[in-house]
């Protein structure tokens, strides 16, 4: 049995039993057809036991085959019915009412680790909007579960690895992906905004600035550009190059043992000509590289 629980002998309730035999001989596809009947019914939709099992029929069949075509609709039953089952317990006292926090937990996760593909650049399922409406359902069910779960390292780990989806779509293609460049803010900005000294978000952010600046001038900048337009470009270039500043630096003062941010502010200052700067992290690098610092 996927549940504890006593047979209920009320006529009523047959399919109640019948669906709890199917479990127990693997037919989930009958199980669920009765099963969506019991919850229905006028004697057994308010039953706790009755939600509960609904929910695990279906969480069994999402497992048999998460990718498949049915799989969200499997999973996305088995999540309705367990947040029933725990409703209609508005006590806490039901047997089961672990089992049901532990199992929509469960669920919470699948959708947060779908975003291992859905957000890799390289796979033809990736998505930016699916990736968030799973981190969303993947937060409610979590928290519906446990409400007192501490949900900040989580919203860390996505928004640094949204930030660094969209940063690289951006790199891929700065006009028809332009959108992806605030996206990419807005991402390591709410890292930041948990946790300032996340040294990946700070670096990752000031790069984000610093390339796209380096784009404009040598990269984007048509041929036959006039020196009104010339002007403008390097203009916002420079803006770009001064957003990309406070966090490289930040980057360095986090951890000044790594080359990647001295070598990026070498860049910086010398875009913006400022080399006295330039110099002072360049004799930073040269006793880096010299000590033999990672």
Known sequence: MLLACSRFAHAQIDSLNKASECIEKGDLLRARNLMDGVVQHPETRTMIYAW?????????????????????????????????????????????NEVFRKNLKFLASSYYNENLVLLD??????????????????????????????MKQKEIEFNNALGSYCDKLFATNRKTNKDFFQKAIDAYGRVIQLDPDNWGANYNLGMLYYNYGVSLVYYDLPVDTDLVALDRIQENSRK???SAEPYVLKANQL?????????ALIAIYFSLIEDAKKDFYQKMLDAMEKEGGK
């Open 255 to 263: 951890n000044p043992k790594r080359k990647e941010p001295v070598k």
């Open 52 to 96: 509960g099992l609904r929910a695990s029929v279906y969480k069994e069949l999402y497992k048999k085959d998460p990718s498949g075509v049915t799989a969200s609709e499997f999973r996305g039953k088995a999540v309705e019915s367990y947040k029933q089952a725990l409703k209609l317990d508005s006590s806490g006292k039901d047997e089961n």
């Open 121 to 150: 650049p390289d796979n033809k399922n990736a998505s930016y909007s699916k990736a968030k409406e799973n981190y969303e359902k993947f937060k409610d069910i979590t928290l519906f579960a446990d409400p007192y779960f501490d």
């Open 240 to 242: 770009l190059f001064k």
